[in-house]
T-cell receptor, first 111, second 120 residues
Framework: DAKTTQPNSMESNEEEPVHLPCNHS???????IHWYRQLPSQGPEYVIH?????VNNRMASLAIAEDRKSSTLILHRATLRDAAVYYC????????????WGAGTKLIIKP | NAGVTQTPKFRILKIGQSMTLQCTQD?????MYWYRQDPGMGLKLIYY???????DKGEVPNGYNVSRSTTEDFPLRLELAAPSQTSVYFC???????????????????FGPGTRLTVL
């Protein structure tokens, strides 16, 4: 059971910000929120992760709702190279802290 | 650094055959993982290892075996191939501290390019 809900696909225009939503209503206090992405025909790559506070890195920002039941991955200026499947994942104590993956959101970038 | 390498890239097996998928990492990571990915789905964890000599089952271990004799290598063995094992297999590694489960410390997982396996 993936424990996260994401839209199947989203479209965005190149050079515009992208907000990818994720619902995780059953999250517990010790669960971490992770995002990975998978470009076509490649292995996944790490994007960002957080617990309670918003997080920024060179790739993206992660905004976590105050009740932690949802989060949003923000790509500040999407390029064609950002077209990928984006996975929102909970790392949970009851899965021995391993990543349990859902189906993800396919992000389509229009030039 | 080559990162995580996997061989072979592609393989076709007949039902009942056996094979070993190879995985090597050169980043001195203590954790290593095997996942499978079916079409249109996310990854499912098969086995993982927290260090040489220590392995544990993931979500879908049936039909697979692993060993970890060195830090660098983590081979995945299929003993009696079945059509249900047709999938793309990814190996990954990471470095974690802070206990067996790495609960309080997390570093990103680095993935290999995958092995596409078809069982006919």
């Amino acid at each position: 059971d993936a424990k996260t809900t994401q839209p199947n696909s989203m479209e965005s225009n190149e050079e515009e910000p992208v907000h990818l939503p994720c619902n995780h209503s059953t999250i517990s206090g010790t669960d971490y929120i992770h995002w990975y992405r998978q470009l076509p025909s490649q292995g996944p790559e790490y994007v960002i992760h957080g617990l309670t506070s918003n997080v920024n890195n060179r790739m993206a920002s992660l905004a976590i709702a105050e009740d932690r039941k949802s989060s949003t991955l923000i790509l500040h200026r999407a390029t064609l190279r950002d077209a990928a499947v984006y996975y929102c994942i909970l790392r949970r104590m009851d899965s021995n802290y391993q990543l349990i993956w859902g189906a993800g959101t396919k992000l389509i970038i229009k030039p | 650094n080559a990162g995580v390498t996997q061989t072979p890239k592609f393989r076709i097996l007949k039902i009942g055959q056996s094979m070993t998928l190879q995985c090597t990492q050169d980043m001195n990571h203590n954790y290593m993982y095997w996942y499978r990915q079916d079409p249109g789905m996310g990854l499912k964890l098969i086995y993982y290892s927290v260090g040489a000599g220590i392995t544990d089952k993931g979500e879908v271990p049936n039909g697979y075996n692993v060993s970890r004799s060195t830090t660098e290598d983590f081979p995945l063995r299929l003993e009696l191939a079945a059509p249900s094992q047709t999938s793309v297999y990814f190996c990954a590694s990471s470095y974690s501290v802070g206990g067996l489960a790495g609960a309080n410390s997390y570093n990103e997982q680095f993935f290999g390019p995958g092995t596409r396996l078809t069982v006919l």
